[in-house]
Each structure stands twice: as C-alpha cells, then as structure tokens.
Antibody, heavy 117, light 113 residues
Framework: QVHLVESGGDLVKPGGSLRLSCAASGFSFSDYLMSWIRQAPGKGLEYISYISESGSSIWYADSVKGRFTISRDNARNSLYFQMSGLGVEDSAVYYC??????????WGQGTLVTVSS | DVVMTQSPLSLSVTLGQSASFSCRSSQSLVHSNGNTYLSWYQQRPGQSPRRLIYKVSSRDSGVPDRFSGSGSGTDFTLKISRVEAEDVGVYYCMQGTDWPLFTFGGGTKVEIK
C-alpha cells in the first residue's frame, strides 16, 4: 500500500526558512516522478514543483521559483522541499504526490506551513 | 497557462439522486500523442485529495462505478449517480496536457440536502 508522509511544517516568521520532507513507502520510489502541491487555507490546489525519477529534471511554478528547492534521495525513499524567503502568501498545506499518466496518482496527508509574524 | 473553470461552485444533492458538474479548459486538452489528460479528484472534509478519474474517463482502482467521467476537447463532466453521504466534499478537475504546468479548476463543493 502506498504511503506518503510529509513532515516539517511549522509556524515561521516572514522571511524565514523551512525544510519539508516526504517519506515514501509501498512502491518503487525511484520509478516515480514526484511533486509538491499546496493548498492555502480554504482555497484550491496549486501545483508548484516536480522532480524527475533520477532528479535530473526539475520544475517550479513562478510563485516559488528562486525561493524553493526540490530534491530527492532515492536511497532513502525521500522527497524534500527547502523553502526560503517565506511570505504570508506561502501559508498552506503542502502535499507531496506521485505523478503518473500526467495526473496526480497518490497524495500524502499534507503538512501545514504557517507564515506569520 | 491553461485555465480550468468548474461549475457550479456548489451543489446540494438529495441522497440517491445523481449529480453532475462541469469542467472547461481555456484550450483543447488533446495532447499531440492523442491522449487527453483530464483528471478528477475528490477531497472529503479534512482529508487530502484522491484521484477518481484520469484521462477523462478511466476510473481509479477502488473508485465506485457510481463515478463516471466524460467529455472531450475543452468540455468535461463528472457524474455521480446515486449520491451517498460519503460523497460530500469538493471535486477538482486538473489538466495534465500542458506539462509541466498542471492546473486545477477551482472546485465544486457537493453537499447533501
């Protein structure tokens, strides 16, 4: 059974940094493209980053480009998201997810990031 | 970017009746490989989303056959026949044709009358 468990969400001040982690199990992690998707409180879904199976290809939405960095460790079955220069607009639940057939196959339970002074 | 527009914003349905909602894209979702990458997701209250349908009409494993997807080009529909209480939540469509710029619709909230 596929499990994606995010961690690292916290309350942080504007301008601060945070590192999210996603532990994967129940599938061959290194065979899947992985993504981060976020959902601001009471709002819809925003697809913000992906990393290819080997890590050689990476993409960011304009809203996070230059501030956030996605990475993965296939030996540890883990996905990461280093976030810096956080603003109040980055407050959201962050989901890690698998991508297959150009859609989001599996989602984690999410981790809450709150940016506030 | 491809803009996805869902309607209605919310829907109140009687148990056992059917519900259907629309998703429109600002441009055709037919990929150059002939596939149409339109998927549907259900987000129950307090839960993370889960995929119901991919490539317009392919149902995910474990998804009841009460859920069906249809459509083509720029117009798509998700139908729930015989709505049950567990179907309450928000339903999102998403286009995956314009890779990597996946975009979601704003969602349709389903409530029980």
């Amino acid at each position: 059974q596929v499990h994606l468990v995010e961690s690292g969400g916290d309350l942080v001040k504007p301008g601060g940094s945070l590192r999210l982690s996603c532990a994967a199990s129940g599938f061959s992690f290194s065979d899947y493209l992985m993504s981060w998707i976020r959902q601001a409180p009471g709002k819809g879904l925003e697809y913000i980053s992906y990393i290819s199976e080997s890590g050689s290809s990476i993409w960011y939405a304009d809203s996070v480009k230059g501030r956030f960095t996605i990475s993965r460790d296939n030996a540890r079955n883990s996905l990461y998201f280093q976030m810096s220069g956080l603003g109040v607009e980055d407050s959201a639940v962050y989901y890690c997810a698998t991508v297959r057939s150009s859609s989001i196959g599996y989602w984690g339970q999410g981790t809450l990031v709150t940016v506030s002074s | 970017d491809v803009v996805m527009t869902q309607s209605p914003l919310s829907l109140s349905v009687t148990l056992g009746q059917s519900a259907s909602f629309s998703c429109r894209s600002s441009q055709s979702l037919v990929h150059s490989n002939g596939n149409t990458y339109l998927s549907w997701y259900q987000q129950r209250p307090g839960q993370s989303p889960r995929r119901l349908i991919y490539k317009v009409s392919s149902r995910d494993s474990g998804v009841p056959d009460r859920f069906s997807g249809s459509g083509s080009g720029t117009d798509f529909t998700l139908k729930i026949s015989r709505v049950e209480a567990e179907d309450v939540g928000v339903y999102y469509c998403m286009q995956g044709t314009d890779w990597p710029l996946f975009t979601f619709g704003g969602g349709t909230k389903v409530e029980i009358k």
